[in-house]
């Protein structure tokens, strides 16, 4: 069962697991930027096999609440890896909390992996897996380009040989928009307070100029 509130960041476009909802399924995912308001409005939420909820960089947990360490309950939060305004990847991350049942999560991944995705169930932190670990090296890469280290071409060309990466880090910024991953950062570096999740110069510049252009 699908309840979509709009704005998925996950689902631009159409899927598979999208045209597969049904009006009674075991298991309800939630899409869009209306989780907590739709979350109150399910019925029988116990009686699901399992909730899922989409995340942007935030915890579960305010969706949910939480209790001493033991929270936990049939609802799950996800995000499908994207980057800004690129192509959604096929990685889900599946956020689960301490006493989450394991039938719950094995009925989303279930669900998840019959539409085609590989799944990554980790717990419930802000950024979840990938963002905490790349953010950082994608600020890295555009602070380097700032004391002149480089040009950007050859950052790119040597991150692409030296590691075998498709694209380089500004290129790969650049295209999907440095303004996204200025939102991101900011979130994290508010969350754990760390240097290297300081939102980079030039993502900032970014940033400020969407809106002054107004958007």
Known sequence: ?????????????????????????????????????????????????????????????????????????????????????????????????????????????????????????????QGRIIDRLVRPYYNAALRRLDEGLASADDMDLTLRLGLGYPEGPIALLERTGLEHHFDVTQDLFEAFGEAPYAPARRARVAKVRVQKRGG
């Open 1 to 125: 069962m699908i309840i979509d509130t709009g704005s998925s960041h996950s689902f631009p476009n159409r899927h598979s697991l999208l045209d597969g909802k049904s009006a009674d399924g075991e298991v309800i995912i939630v899409l869009g930027t209306g989780q907590a308001e739709a979350l109150e409005k399910i019925q029988g939420r116990d009686a699901t096999a399992a909730i899922l909820i989409e995340l942007g960089t935030e915890s579960l947990g305010a969706y949910t609440g939480e209790s001493r360490g033991t929270e936990g309950s049939n609802v799950l939060g996800f995000a499908r890896f994207r980057l800004g305004d690129g192509e959604p990847s096929n990685l889900i991350e599946l956020v689960r909390q301490p006493n989450t049942p394991q039938a719950a999560i094995s009925a989303a991944r279930q669900v998840l992996e019959g539409a085609g995705f590989k799944v990554a169930v980790c717990f419930d932190f």
